[in-house]
Antibody
Framework: EMQLLQSGGGLAQPGGSLRLSCEVS?????????MSWIRQAPGKGLEWVSD????????YYADSVKGRFTISRDNSKNTLYLQMNRLRVEDTAIFYC?????????????WGQGALVTVSS | SYVLTQPPSVSVAPGQTARITCGGN??????VHWYQQKPGQAPVLVIC???DRPSGIPERFSGSNSGNTATLTISRVEAGDEADYYC???????????FGGGTKLTVL
């Protein structure tokens, strides 16, 4: 079965940077899927952060991260990235990578295991 | 951006039926997906496209969607169903997933 294995995350100071990676293994489809980053602050619900289209030609960001975070992908490595700069305390959350599928409209077919990002001085 | 509204909590006794609602403007015209999330785990898809169960999800889970409300129904609730449940649609105008605020299901 397809799996998403995340790496990165950890502790950063306010204003600092971190990079998250998400490697997709056992890819069975010949087409590349739209992928997303979704986060969950402690004790809170799921919040969409960013999307990237199949070949990286289109990217989308939540207003709360626009200008600070950059999503990218390397299809030759089946890997998704999230570069997070100018981090804020309110960015503290578990970040999930997600591989989308289409059934009626897009939904999350596969989730990464999550990576904890803590922003604190 | 499209807004989905869920009740914060629902409580039900074992063996009874739990219904979790998800409100949105004309949500009946959209496909709604539901996820179950247990503590410390990533979410798991339990209902796709209003009322389609992925492989491995018990028949006790079903969904409906009409008008301004989508509903996740869990029949014959078990202790293992205790979790947070999230509804989700696609905001086609802004090209991203939208989640409801989540509902904590408590099995009494």
């Amino acid at each position: 079965e397809m799996q998403l294995l995340q790496s990165g995350g950890g502790l950063a100071q306010p204003g600092g940077s971190l990079r998250l990676s998400c490697e997709v293994s056992n890819v069975t489809s010949r087409t590349y899927a739209m992928m997303s980053w979704i986060r969950q602050a402690p004790g809170k619900g799921l919040e969409w952060v960013s999307d990237i289209s199949s070949y990286g030609e289109n990217t989308y960001y939540a207003d709360s991260v626009k200008g600070r975070f950059t999503i990218s992908r390397d299809n030759s490595k089946n890997t998704l990235y999230l570069q997070m700069n100018r981090l804020r305390v309110e960015d503290t959350a578990i970040f999930y990578c997600a591989r989308l599928a289409y059934r009626g409209n897009y939904y999350v077919a596969y989730w990464g295991q999550g990576a904890l990002v803590t922003v604190s001085s | 951006s499209y807004v989905l509204t869920q009740p914060p909590s629902v409580s039900v006794a074992p063996g009874q039926t739990a219904r979790i609602t998800c409100g949105g403007n004309n949500i009946g015209t959209k496909s709604v997906h539901w996820y179950q999330q247990k503590p410390g785990q990533a979410p798991v898809l339990v209902i796709c496209d209003d009322n389609d169960r992925p492989s491995g999800i018990p028949e006790r889970f079903s969904g409906s969607n009409s008008g301004n409300t989508a509903t996740l129904t869990i029949s014959r609730v078990e202790a293992g169903d205790e979790a947070d449940y999230y509804c989700q649609v696609w905001d086609s105008g802004n090209d991203h997933v939208v989640f409801g605020g989540g509902t904590k299901l408590t099995v009494l």
